[in-house]
Every structure is written in C-alpha cells, then in structure tokens.
C-alpha cells in the first residue's frame, strides 16, 4: 500500500504479558518515529530511527520498552511486562528525508495500534 | 522544554458557522509548525507546515497563519465532514529533537 500500515491494529493482553507492535513505513521513507497517545492526550514521542544510525531512545519510558528496525524498513516496537498504564494507541509515522533533521518533511502516519492491558 | 497548548479543548459549530482553533507554543526556536487532522480510530492526517510569522496557508475551509506565538486555524463556513480533532504540533531548531511536539488537540464537531 501507499500509507503507513501498522499491525495488529488492536490487541488485548493481560497484565505482565508481552506484546510486539509492527510497523511497515512508507517505501522510500527512511525516517521512523513510535508516538503513544493516552487518551485525551497528545501524541508523546518514544523512538526515532534514521537510516543506519544509533536509534533516539530518549522518548522510551522504561527499560520494558524497546525497538528495532531491520533492513530500514520494517519496525517493531515490544513492550515486556506489560503495565495497565501501557494501555494507549501506538501510533509509527515514517518521513522521507535523509536530511529530515535539517527539513520539514511532514511525518506521514499509520492508524495506530490500540494497546489494552486487561 | 518545547510546550505546545491548544484551545479550545472541543468545539460545537453549526454548519456554516466560521470559527477559529488557537496553537499557543514555546520552542527553542521553530523550524516549523504543522496541523493535522485526526479521525475517529485513525492515525493524524497531515494539513499543513507554517515555518516563519506571518505565512498563511489554505486548503478549502481551512486557513492556518502563524505569529511568533501562536497558529491559529481558520475554518470557512465548516460543514459536517469538518468534524474531527485538530492537532499541532512543532519542530525545535535543536538538531538533538528531531521529533514532533504535538498539543492535545480540539476536537470538532459541525452540526448540520
């Protein structure tokens, strides 16, 4: 497809459980950034991939939370132990530029997945 | 710390009823400004990026300006398919924050 598509786009899980959130960016797009958005909250940011460089972990939470991106492609986002205050849409948005630090290419996207921790 | 505030929270329009959605921020300097739209069970959709005071931007109802403070967007006599939550969200020229500053949003609906 053209967008962003993340998957599962809901998922359910119980309390100490963990969960692998997928996300598949924009081809081309070698910009890859994970945002969480609490309800009636705005989107907080949690990791920034680009290119072959050191990921920006500076958003991540906690050490139960990491991510990778392999190929430069695809990424996958994995919360350990999962905590009812995890509970949130994970949302991936993916930008074209390698010089995004530079630009202001907007990020473009995917629908999110919504997390439950039961 | 880069902070971005959005007013009002929700907002009731009648169809036709022009308004206005306000973005107040503070930033070690902007390298720019953009809006998005989010639907219901979507991701946020992009509308528009703002990079000094004084530009305007426009796509069909929407206007969206920017001070020095501030980004205000401008709804033109809104119809129904206007209603959803409106997002802003700011870049800082620090090179070490590469990532969106968004505020929380006002969410609108547009009554016919």
């Known amino acids: 497809g053209a967008g962003v598509s993340q998957s599962p786009s809901n998922k359910v899980t119980e309390k100490g459980k963990d969960v692998e959130l997928r996300c598949d960016p924009i081809?081309?797009?070698?910009?890859l950034y994970w945002y969480r958005q609490s309800l009636g909250q705005g989107l907080e940011f949690l990791i920034y991939?680009?290119?072959?460089?050191?990921?920006?972990k500076s958003g991540l939470p906690s050490d139960r939370f990491s991510a990778e991106r392999t190929g430069g492609s695809v990424s996958t986002l994995t919360i350990q132990r999962t905590q009812q205050e995890d509970s949130a849409v994970y949302l991936c948005?993916?930008?074209?530029?390698?010089?995004?630090?530079?630009?202001?290419?907007?990020?473009?996207f995917g629908d999110g997945t919504r997390l439950s921790i039961l | 710390e880069d902070q971005v505030t959005q007013s009002p929270e929700a907002l009731r329009l009648q169809e036709g009823e022009s308004s206005s959605l306000n973005c107040s921020y503070t930033?070690?300097?902007?390298?720019?400004l953009f809006w998005y739209r989010q639907d219901p069970g979507k991701g946020p959709e992009f509308l528009f990026t703002l990079y000094s005071a004084g530009e305007e931007k426009e796509k069909e109802r929407l206007k969206a300006t920017l001070t020095k403070k501030e980004s205000f967007l401008h709804i033109t006599a809104p119809k129904p398919e206007d209603s959803a939550t409106y997002l802003c969200a700011v870049k800082s020229m620090d090179t070490g924050r590469r990532a969106l500053t968004f505020g929380s949003g006002t969410r609108l609906q547009v009554q016919p």
């Open positions: 930033v070690s300097g902007l390298r720019g």
């Open positions: 991939f680009q290119g072959n460089s050191a990921p920006d």
């Open positions: 948005a993916s930008s074209p530029g390698w010089r995004d630090t530079y630009s202001n290419q907007p990020q473009h």
């Open positions: 081809s081309g797009h070698t910009a």
